[in-house]
């Protein structure tokens, strides 16, 4: 299976300031139409998960723009530009590529 | 409104058999895929299954396969997930999926 691996594992920020969690996979998802399968998803305390981003850098509709995807190959950002109080909760990378698609452990973003 | 709803979950005996249901509405279910995946508590998503707009593709987490099958109805927006077999390692949250699309989930307690 393929392993996702982000860091940090927690992630204590002030309110207003800049926010980035990375996310590496251990092969390529790049799949056989060239496409990368990336996702990031938001799971609010309580609460479903919450796709944010897609195919690496697409963002869900009604999801802030202050939340942006990068990255290619292996290796893999989400940017919160200006977190708000909000954003509490743990971040998921997943890869849809390879079967059994898979999560990262998740990065527990906390206000400070 | 686009919506997944769960049903069918509940208190089960290990070796027991259980099937949890989901019914889609607000878009055209039969055009996505459809997942199950599932959560145990305080831990992050894991994928169970995967099934193809005409059910002619499926796919299986290897701690599942031969005990899980899934299934849909495209004719009752409707989607399943037959399981047997169960044990404590299959307690969870158990979640349909449609790309962003989550359902609310439904837990699924295997105990004596």
């Known amino acids: 299976d393929v392993v996702m691996t982000q860091s940090p594992l927690s992630l204590p920020v002030t309110l207003g300031q800049p926010a980035s969690i990375s996310c590496r996979s251990s092969q390529s998802l790049i799949f056989s139409d060239g496409i990368t399968y990336l996702s990031w998803f938001q799971q609010r305390p309580g609460q479903s998960p919450r796709r944010l981003i897609y195919k690496v850098s697409d963002r869900d509709s009604g999801v802030p723009d202050r939340f942006s995807g990068s990255g290619s190959g292996t290796d893999f950002t989400l940017k919160i530009s200006r977190v708000e109080a909000e954003d509490v909760g743990v971040y998921y990378c997943m890869q849809g590529t390879h079967w059994p698609h898979t999560f990262g452990q998740g990065t527990k973003l906390e206000i400070k | 409104e686009v919506q997944l709803v769960e049903s069918g979950g509940g208190l089960v005996q290990p070796g027991g058999s259980l099937r949890v249901s989901c019914v889609a509405s607000g878009f055209t279910f039969s055009n996505y895929w459809m997942g199950w995946l599932r959560q145990a508590p305080g831990k992050g998503p894991e994928w169970v299954a995967n099934m193809k707009q005409d059910g002619s593709e499926k796919y299986y987490v290897d701690s599942v396969k031969g005990r899980f099958t899934v299934s849909r109805d495209n004719a009752k927006n409707s989607f399943y997930l037959q399981m047997n077999s169960l044990t404590a390692e299959d307690t969870a949250l158990y979640y349909c999926?449609?790309?962003?699309?989550w359902g609310q989930g439904i837990l699924v307690t295997v105990s004596s």
């Open positions: 999926r449609s790309g962003a699309i």
